[in-house]
Structure formats: structure tokens, C-alpha cells
């Protein structure tokens, strides 16, 4: 059922997850592309050195070394050993852009909640080295004090893309466009990696800690009794930098609006 690809990656989910402190892979990221090599290595070096593991790579490809930022290279083409100090992996190019609605058909599949998106929503992708990788769907949020509130309603990488923080930089960067031109940005995570890569960014502020009810609604049930819809999530507030203003509008994509 599973192309090679797939398989190597559920294979190496495994290995990393089961194959104790010492993890040997040969043909490392022969089977997948090399975009996806090369995040994925980033992923894989993140989750070796987190928990304390043993890995060893075999493979022909040079392009992932700079992601997988190994302590030492053993190079079998130039009988040539080489020890590395940790380095900072390539730089990805990013660009925020306001996009069509229809964008969200490419993400609907990776939501972890939900493939629906309210139909007023304002789009928006981060486009990682030119190729589309990570998506932002924002509502306005009525509030009985306040008019100039966006929500985020949905925020989605691509598996192909996730481990480099790209949904973090999107939403940092329509935080600091709607900053910049007088709005405020909340987002409403449920997700407990999501809460925490919240709360660890100096750029959000928790307002209500995790266990309300967002998106409630009310309904009658039988015996008369009213039921709250709705799931348990946190809320955060963008209070990180503002942008430049007329580089706002633009990414904003309406100007003022």
C-alpha cells in the first residue's frame, strides 16, 4: 500500500522510536527525494540529539550532510575522516504571500482537527525556497470590547516541510503585518506540541491557559438541558515586534483592511 518513500519514513519512525540508544541505517534517504532528504535529516538529527541516541548513517548523497550536521564524516570515496563541530543547518528563504482560498485544499488533508475552513477566512502561505509549505487561514473575532481582533482558525506545514518551525515563522510575521497596522493577533491552539511551541516563543503571550472552550456554541438537548460545543484549547496573543507598515499592507494583501 505504501510507495517507497513512504516506507522508508514509517521504517525510520520506527528505528528511531524502537531501535534503543544505538540506530544504524543503511541507504539513508536513497529511496526519497532530495528536498525530502534533506528536511527530513533535519528531523531526524533534532530527535537523535533530544534523546541522547547513537545514529549512523550509510549513504552516497552529500546533500544531506549539512542537515543531518553529523559530529564526524567518514568519507569511503576519499578514505578521509573528518570531525565536525555542530553548525547551523542551511538557511531556508521564506516568503509570506496572501493566496487563494482554494490553497487550503492542499493543507485540508494535514489538519489535525479538521479539513473544514470557514469560507470568509484570510489566506495566507509561507513559501519555503520557492515551493509552497505551510498555511495560515484567519477569521476575524467579534469581541464585546474590542474591534480589531484576527483569530487564527487554521495553521498547517506540509509533511514534507514540518521540523523547521516554518508554521512558527508564518504566523510570527502576519503577527507582527497586523501589529503594524493597528490589529491584534490571537491564536487558539488545541494541540499540545502547538500549545507548547507557543509558550515557548517570546513573541506570544498565553492569555488563557489550556481547558476553555473555544468556537463554543450552544444547542438544546433532550430534557431541556443546553449542551457547549466546542474543544479545550489555549489562547495566545501576538506581542512581538511590528512590522514595517507599508511591507504590512502588502503581504496583507488589502491594504488596511
Known amino acids: ?6 516506507k522508508f519514513r514509517v521504517e525510520m519512525a520506527r528505528l528511531l522510536l524502537e531501535g534503543g540508544e544505538q540506530i544504524v541505517v543503511d541507504e539513508f534517504t536513497s529511496v526519497v527525494d532530495r528536498q525530502v532528504a534533506q528536511i527530513g535529516s533535519h528531523a531526524v538529527q533534532k530527535f537523535v540529539r533530544r534523546h541522547a541516541r547513537r545514529f549512523v548513517a550509510v549513504t552516497c548523497h552529500y546533500d544531506v550532510v549539512e542537515w543531518l550536521q553529523p559530529d564526524w564524516v567518514l568519507d569511503m570515496a ?19 504571500r496572501r493566496v487563494p482560498y482554494d490553497t487550503w485544499r492542499v493543507f485540508a488533508p494535514f489538519h489535525y482537527l479538521t479539513a473544514a475552513l470557514h469560507t470568509s477566512a484570510r489566506c ?18 467579534p469581541h464585546p470590547h474590542a474591534r480589531n481582533i484576527m483569530g487564527v482558525s487554521r495553521l498547517v506545514t506540509l509533511p514534507d516541510w514540518q521540523g523547521l518551525g516554518l ?9 507582527g503585518a497586523y501589529k503594524a497596522t493597528g490589529r491584534r493577533l490571537h491564536t487558539y491552539p488545541a494541540h499540545p506540541a502547538l500549545i507548547r511551541s507557543f509558550d515557548r516563543s517570546k513573541a506570544w503571550r498565553l492569555e488563557q491557559p489550556p481547558g476553555a472552550r473555544c468556537n463554543a456554541t450552544r444547542s438544546k438537548v433532550r430534557g431541556g438541558l443546553e449542551k457547549v460545543g466546542g474543544r479545550p484549547c489555549a489562547v495566545f496573543e501576538y506581542v512581538g515586534a511590528a512590522g ?14
Open 167 to 175: 508554521a512558527m515563522a508564518l504566523v510570527d510575521a502576519l503577527g
Open 1 to 6: 500500500m505504501l510507495s517507497n518513500g513512504e
Open 244 to 257: 514595517d507598515r507599508s511591507e504590512a499592507q502588502r503581504m496583507l494583501g488589502d491594504g488596511a483592511a
Open 78 to 96: 576519499t578514505l578521509s575522516f573528518q570531525r565536525r563541530r555542530l553548525q547551523r543547518r542551511p538557511a531556508v528563504e521564506c516568503e509570506v
Open 124 to 141: 495566507f502561505a509561507l513559501y519555503a525556497n520557492g515551493r509552497l509549505a505551510a498555511f495560515a487561514g484567519l477569521l476575524y473575532r
